[in-house]
């Protein structure tokens, strides 16, 4: 199972940006999805995670501003960034906490931590 993420880019503070992340592979089900961020010499940080059911959970500097979501027939995960802030430019990371997938003939379910590669968001003041 592979996360590709794409969407990020410069925008002016206030502005908006939408990211989003597909999974790929032989995939059944993608468990809990979301997004972290880690900017410049800061320690990476959960942004915003959703069940495969649909609940969700912000942290706390961006609730109100952003919006998780996710098509579990597509496999994808969106975050949707409104009122852009300086303070937002990171490098943002789709993650994923586990996934049901074919491999081979078998059934594989694991709870196995899975990242993007990563894609930048700059906020300019």
């Known amino acids: 199972v592979q996360l590709q993420a794409s969407g990020g880019g410069l925008v002016q503070a206030g502005g908006s940006l939408r990211l989003s992340c597909a999974a790929s592979g032989r995939i059944i089900s993608v468990d809990n999805m979301g997004w972290y961020r880690q900017a410049p010499g800061k320690q990476r940080e959960m942004v915003a995670l959703?069940?495969?059911?649909?609940?969700?959970n912000y942290a706390d500097s961006v609730k109100g501003r952003f919006t998780v979501s996710r098509d579990n027939a597509k496999k994808m995960v969106y975050l949707r960034m409104d009122m852009l802030k300086p303070e937002d430019t990171a490098l943002y990371y789709c993650?994923?906490?586990?996934?049901?997938?074919?491999?081979?003939?078998?059934?594989?379910?694991?709870?196995?931590?899975?990242w993007g590669q990563g894609t930048l968001v700059t906020v300019s003041s």
């Open positions: 993650y994923a906490d586990g996934a049901t997938y074919y491999s081979g003939d078998n059934i594989v379910a694991d709870k196995i931590d899975k």
């Open positions: 959703i069940t495969s059911g649909g609940s969700t």
